[in-house]
């Protein structure tokens, strides 16, 4: 028997006969045509075989001592390391009973003997050819999962980074409401500053005695201001932090009110009349508190936007609103297994053709370079990152309701 080059070689085949003379021929034929072959004698002999060095195809004599072929078979077919190994019944037995005994077991084919070495030879041929197939199907199907993978941590790497990104540009266009929330503590210290040197000034000329109590009220109104600086200057800091995808146990309360340190100045500034309607017992939801101040920011921005144009239209005369003032109202309350927050503004709402679209990346009804169309795409994520659903009601020149609902985090 000449063994075969290996660039000829086609595949490992075990053969598996209790009659010599049929493994003798059937192992030199397959030599000769490449295949490297294990010729084995018995049912036991093939088990042991198989789990020593596993083939890429299994021809299996039916009638053998001990073990038959069927219960070989059906052991190949139990363990999760041979299932997919095919195996080709070689058998006398040509009964149609028989074959579908063998095809239960597991069997790919059945060849009656006797046989033709050219059919066993074209059988072999395509059983392996269907199994390399099936491998590459395998590793290729594989490939594409770990390409998806690798995309989606790719997507889900770029979505936190243009959050982060819009977070920032919510912080450059809240600057300047920022600056009027840290103004008032900062014009108080500078007048206390200024008062407890005039004091100094006139202990020292001897025009006025140490007042304790005087003193103490000092010290409290400079600790109560620097209290109050240091809280709007972390609520920034931890607002412009990159948020991971963890969840918490969330007060969305608290979520509307991180905003309004952030921006109740500047709509005090813009004159706008802000209702807020918090319920207090508010069961928790699960979510990121920062990423809803983002949600929340991003809808009184548009809120805002919507109330200025209005302003502007009143003042060209392009529409009649008599006694209109601008007005903001955010509520908050328990609808069945929902924690609900409203935000309603009476500015020029937004055009019917629009209202479908309006949370689609990029799309903006404001004019160029007045916004990247981001804001509601990215708000509209974030809420359904957290189970959420935002809704959007709207009339021209009535005003806008956005309303976000969230499932209630149970205790578990």
């Not at 202990?203 to 600790?223: C, K, S, V």
């Not at 100045?265 to 939801?285: F, K, M």
């Not at 006694?323 to 309350?333: C, M, N, P, R, V």
Request: aromatic share 6%; with cysteine.
């Amino acid at each position: 028997m000449t063994e075969p080059q290996p660039d000829t070689f086609k595949g490992n085949i075990l053969v598996v006969d209790d009659t010599p003379a049929n493994l003798r021929f059937l192992s030199q034929m397959l030599s000769e045509q490449g295949y490297k072959v294990r010729p084995t004698r018995s049912g036991q002999l093939a088990l042991d075989a198989v789990r020593a060095a596993a083939p890429d195809l299994v021809l299996l004599d039916v009638k053998m001592p001990e073990l038959d072929g069927y219960e070989v078979c059906a052991r190949l077919k139990s363990d999760p390391h041979t299932r997919d190994i095919p195996v080709i019944f070689i058998s006398a037995m040509d009964e149609v009973e028989d074959k579908i005994k063998a095809f239960d077991a597991g069997g790919v084919d059945y060849v009656t003997k006797p046989f033709h070495f050219e059919e066993v030879l074209a059988r072999v041929e395509t059983h392996l050819t269907l199994q390399r197939l099936q491998n590459q199907l395998v590793e290729h199907s594989q490939h594409l999962e770990r390409l998806v993978e690798k995309k989606v941590l790719e997507l889900e790497q770029e979505r936190a980074k243009s959050i982060h990104a819009a977070k920032l540009a919510s912080l450059g266009e809240m600057a300047t409401g920022v600056a009027h929330e840290l103004n008032q503590p900062l014009t108080a210290m500078l007048f206390d500053a200024d008062y407890l040197k005039m004091l100094a000034d006139r202990m020292r000329e001897g025009t006025a005695a140490p007042d304790a109590d005087e003193l103490e009220q000092l010290g409290g109104n400079f600790a109560a201001d620097i209290a109050r600086c240091r809280r709007i200057i972390d609520h920034l800091r931890a607002f412009g932090r990159l948020s991971g995808d963890q969840r918490t146990p969330v007060n969305l309360n608290d979520a509307v009110e991180g905003c309004f340190i952030l921006v109740g100045a500047r709509l005090r500034e813009h004159g706008v009349d802000v209702d807020l309607s918090l319920s207090p017992d508010l069961p928790p939801i699960l979510g990121d508190v920062h990423k809803l101040e983002q949600v929340l920011l991003n809808l009184i921005s548009n809120a805002e936007y919507a109330l200025e144009t209005t302003a502007r239209l009143l003042n060209d005369g392009s529409v009649q609103r008599p006694g209109w003032q601008k007005a903001l109202a955010i509520s908050t309350f328990v609808e069945a297994e929902s924690v609900v927050a409203t935000v309603h503004d009476n500015g020029c709402g937004i055009p019917a053709n629009a209202r479908e679209r309006i949370f689609e990346p990029f799309f903006t009804t404001k004019p160029v370079g007045e916004g990247t169309g981001l804001g509601l795409s990215i708000s509209y994520g974030i809420v359904n990152e957290f189970d959420g659903q935002i809704d959007l009601e709207s009339a021209e020149h009535q005003g806008t309701t956005f309303t976000l609902r969230f499932p209630v985090a149970h205790s578990r």
